[in-house]
């Protein structure tokens, strides 16, 4: 890539303008279109206490950016913004007061979120949280919704691929 070229995209990088048209990229430097995410949906019955919960994890995917580093002089597809995670659960059927565990599993380490939600006197309940935004290329996050002594629990999993680009020589 001619130095020209490679310093008037650092200045629009830098400055925080624009990207320039796909037709002013080479054409092998496209492809730094955004980082794909995905989610999933389960649900669970029965258990000692009966009843059922289920949870939908929705995934809006991320946003990738070519970045210029003038120390190596070259272009690398970035993240300018992560993957957005929504996390609707509900559950029905459940004995009033009864508490649920809300939790998310991270390389392999579980963290319950306080408060617990709690069934309501009509035995059920729903609610929808934004979890906080997954970095492009983040390790898979297992949510996980239930009472672990009725023996009812589900979980559903969010993914946040890597920004994925290349340049000659890049």
């Known amino acids: 890539m001619p130095l020209a070229k490679i310093l008037t995209l650092a200045c629009l990088f830098l400055s925080g303008l624009p990207a320039p048209a796909a ?3 080479p054409a092998r430097a496209l492809g730094c279109n955004g980082c794909g995410g995905s989610g999933g949906s389960n649900s669970a019955s029965g258990g000692s206490c009966g009843g059922f919960v289920s ?3 929705t995934v809006t995917p991320g946003k990738c950016r070519w970045l210029f580093n003038p120390d190596s002089w070259s272009l ?3 993240q300018s913004t992560g993957c957005s ?3 609707e659960r509900s559950w029905g059927g459940l004995g009033s007061g009864t508490t649920l565990d809300f939790c998310i599993t991270l390389d392999g380490e579980t963290l319950c979120i306080a408060p617990k939600p709690v069934v309501d006197a009509s035995g059920g309940g729903s609610s929808t949280i934004a979890s ?3 970095t492009c290329g983040e390790q898979p996050r297992v949510y996980s919704i ?4 009725c023996g009812l ?3 559903a999993t969010s993914t946040c691929a ?3 680009g290349s340049v000659p020589g890049g």
């Open 76 to 78: 690398k597809c970035n």
């Open 146 to 149: 239930g009472n672990p002594a």
């Open 162 to 164: 890597q920004c994925v």
């Open 85 to 87: 995670v929504t996390v």
């Open 153 to 155: 629990s589900t979980s």
């Open 23 to 25: 037709s002013a990229l």
């Open 55 to 57: 949870i939908d994890v």
């Open 132 to 134: 906080p935004p997954m």
